[in-house]
């Protein structure tokens, strides 16, 4: 990442802004700032989004917690039937063939323990990702599930919760790079 590089760049609506005392830095993705937190460097970053941007160049932004940059999110898509739960999963993972989404997520088909609606297509995704995610799946009409819930917290339940996880697929995205570094590796691996 290039300050210098970012900072001459025109901001976006879904970039960010970090200000590190008096330095600010414009023009950043989620990625970029993920890595200035982890790089710890800078323990007193504060980190807004781009809400918009308008013709003047005014810009509206929101406060981000740098808590948020280490957490997931996603969704939950039950039914109370296996081979619907089946379709769902299918259906969204060729849906993200056809329009990649914005970041990385793990799409799962799994059965919960004891729960009303057992059968569930979990999308799991850095939590950062969550505005663009929603879009996404709004985007490419996405209609899983006879119930969703979707958060951090529903997400961690998700995990912690007793199941079986019958089928996995890792999605690559499109603003977090992580869809060309895969086509690369795969191009060097002559795949």
């Given at each position: 990442?290039?300050?210098?590089l970012?900072a001459a760049?025109?901001?976006?609506?879904?970039q960010?802004?970090?200000?590190?005392?008096?330095?600010?830095t414009?023009?950043?993705?989620?990625?970029?700032?993920?890595?200035?937190l982890?790089?710890?460097?800078s323990a007193?970053?504060?980190?807004?989004?781009?809400?918009?941007?308008?013709?003047?160049?005014?810009?509206?932004?929101?406060?981000?917690?740098?808590?948020?940059?280490?957490?997931?999110?996603?969704f939950?898509?039950f039914?109370r039937d296996?081979?619907?739960?089946?379709?769902d999963?299918?259906?969204?993972?060729k849906?993200?063939?056809?329009?990649p989404?914005?970041?990385?997520?793990?799409?799962?088909?799994?059965?919960?323990?004891?729960a009303?609606?057992?059968?569930?297509?979990a999308?799991?995704?850095?939590?950062?990702?969550?505005?663009?995610?929603?879009a996404?799946?709004?985007?490419?009409?996405?209609s899983?599930?006879?119930?969703?819930?979707?958060g951090?917290?529903?997400?961690?339940d998700?995990y912690?919760?007793e199941?079986?996880?019958?089928?996995?697929?890792?999605?690559?995205g499109?603003?977090?790079?992580?869809?060309?570094?895969?086509?690369s590796?795969?191009?060097?691996?002559?795949a």
């Amino acid at each position: 990442m290039n300050p210098t590089l970012l900072a001459a760049k025109k901001p976006l609506a879904g970039q960010y802004v970090v200000v590190d005392g008096r330095q600010t830095t414009t023009g950043l993705t989620a990625a970029d700032v993920a890595a200035l937190l982890e790089s710890g460097k800078s323990a007193d970053l504060k980190v807004f989004k781009i809400r918009f941007v308008h013709p003047d160049g005014r810009i509206e932004m929101a406060g981000v917690s740098n808590e948020r940059f280490q957490l997931e999110d996603g969704f939950l898509f039950f039914r109370r039937d296996a081979k619907s739960a089946r379709n769902d999963f299918i259906t969204l993972c060729k849906l993200a063939e056809k329009s990649p989404p914005p970041g990385r997520a793990k799409v799962q088909l799994a059965e919960l323990a004891g729960a009303l609606n057992p059968h569930v297509v979990a999308i799991v995704f850095p939590a950062e990702y969550s505005d663009e995610m929603a879009a996404w799946l709004s985007a490419i009409d996405y209609s899983g599930g006879d119930t969703v819930e979707s958060g951090t917290s529903r997400i961690t339940d998700f995990y912690n919760g007793e199941k079986k996880i019958s089928f996995s697929q890792q999605l690559w995205g499109t603003q977090d790079g992580s869809l060309v570094a895969e086509q690369s590796k795969l191009r060097a691996a002559g795949a």
